[in-house]
């Protein structure tokens, strides 16, 4: 079984597995499979381009967790991933997104959201444009926190956010645009530099993270976990992001679903070229 994507690969459309689980199920009890760095496509010369295939088809596969990376430039966001262009708008991202959705949809989408780089020629803060050029020009697009039971508004149910993206909002701002990152309802894992290439400490740290979110489905807390890595120069050129993922997924796939060391709870999960069988694992353990 193949952890990596490859051009072979089978495309089998996984874009309605959310719409059967049941509506009182909180983010923190969800097996999500996301993709780190979901726009980067180009630039794997330099080891900045982290998927095969575009968001759209991302969705298709079954990916419920995107990871946008926002450069901040005359008001509005592009997407890059370091100083790498991936000629991608958050416009072109969020047009994708309500596409997949359609009419009446039932799914939901987790979108974590961080600035990437320094602001260049802008009028305004980064949660300015978020809010005034994306967030309110787009009603009913994303789950607004405001709208929930304060209990749960950092936790919401299936049933409250369907249809909707849910902001995993890794920038500040005193407005709360949906589950704050950078908090006590978020544990991490994003152990992303392999110093000169010691792959097996970053598994050790995924394997870490799995244990303790495979123990505490139950515990409220929202378990995220970054598969992904690049090795410091000058390993890079041996351990771009494909070579990182094509033996880490491969490692850990053979642990992942049910049944296996890891086959109750994964939390979210970020991946850089994940296969259709990876994410399909992790789908299967929602039933």
Same mark, same amino acid.
């Given at each position: 079984?193949?952890?990596?994507?490859?051009?072979?690969?089978?495309?089998?459309?996984?874009?309605? !597995?959310?719409?059967?689980?049941?509506?009182?199920?909180?983010?923190?009890?969800?097996?999500? +499979?996301?993709?780190?760095?979901?726009?980067?496509?180009?630039? /794997?010369?330099?080891?900045?381009?982290?998927?095969?295939? $575009?968001?759209?088809?991302?969705? &298709?596969?079954?990916?419920?967790?995107?990871?946008?990376?926002?450069?901040?430039?005359?008001?509005?966001?592009?997407?890059?991933?370091?100083?790498?262009?991936?000629?991608?708008? @958050?416009?072109? #991202?969020?047009?994708?997104?309500?596409?997949? @959705?359609?009419?009446?949809?039932?799914? #939901?989408?987790?979108?974590?959201?961080?600035?990437?780089?320094?602001? =260049?020629?802008?009028?305004? /803060?980064?949660?300015?444009?978020?809010?005034?050029?994306? !967030?309110?020009?787009? $009603?009913?697009?994303? !789950?607004?926190?405001?709208?929930?039971? +304060?209990?749960?508004?950092?936790? $919401?149910?299936? %049933?409250?956010?369907?249809?909707?993206?849910? #902001?995993?909002? *890794?920038?500040? /701002? +005193?407005?709360?645009?949906?589950?704050?990152?950078?908090?006590?309802?978020?544990?991490?894992?994003? *152990?992303?530099?392999?110093?000169?290439?010691?792959?097996?400490? &970053?598994?050790?740290?995924?394997?870490?993270?799995?244990?303790?979110?495979?123990?505490? =489905?139950?515990?409220? &807390?929202?378990?995220?976990?970054?598969?992904?890595?690049?090795?410091? *120069? +000058?390993?890079?050129?041996?351990?771009? $992001?494909?070579?990182?993922?094509?033996?880490?997924?491969?490692?850990?796939?053979?642990?992942? %679903? &049910?049944?296996?060391?890891?086959?109750?709870?994964?939390?979210?999960? @970020?991946?850089?070229?994940?296969?259709?069988?990876?994410?399909?694992?992790?789908?299967?353990?929602?039933?």
């Amino acid at each position: 079984m193949i952890g990596c994507y490859c051009e072979r690969d089978t495309i089998r459309d996984r874009s309605r !597995w959310v719409t059967d689980l049941h509506d009182e199920l909180h983010v923190s009890q969800l097996c999500i +499979p996301g993709t780190h760095d979901s726009g980067a496509m180009h630039g /794997s010369a330099v080891g900045a381009a982290c998927q095969s295939v $575009p968001i759209d088809v991302q969705l &298709k596969l079954g990916i419920r967790a995107l990871d946008i990376r926002c450069h901040h430039y005359k008001d509005s966001f592009h997407i890059y991933h370091g100083i790498v262009d991936q000629k991608l708008t @958050f416009d072109e #991202v969020l047009n994708m997104v309500t596409a997949f @959705f359609g009419h009446g949809s039932r799914e #939901v989408v987790y979108m974590l959201i961080k600035e990437e780089g320094s602001a =260049k020629d802008c009028t305004r /803060s980064f949660e300015s444009t978020f809010r005034d050029k994306y !967030w309110n020009r787009r $009603p009913g697009l994303f !789950w607004d926190p405001a709208t929930a039971d +304060p209990a749960n508004h950092q936790n $919401p149910k299936l %049933g409250l956010t369907r249809g909707r993206i849910v #902001v995993i909002q *890794n920038f500040d /701002s +005193p407005q709360t645009f949906g589950i704050r990152f950078k908090s006590g309802m978020v544990a991490l894992q994003d *152990n992303y530099d392999i110093g000169l290439g010691r792959i097996d400490l &970053k598994c050790a740290a995924i394997r870490k993270h799995l244990d303790l979110s495979n123990a505490n =489905k139950q515990s409220g &807390k929202i378990y995220i976990n970054f598969f992904s890595a690049v090795a410091s *120069n +000058p390993a890079i050129i041996f351990f771009k $992001p494909r070579a990182v993922a094509e033996e880490v997924n491969n490692t850990l796939i053979k642990d992942i %679903g &049910k049944g296996r060391r890891y086959g109750t709870h994964t939390g979210i999960c @970020f991946f850089d070229f994940p296969s259709q069988n990876l994410i399909e694992l992790i789908i299967n353990m929602n039933k």
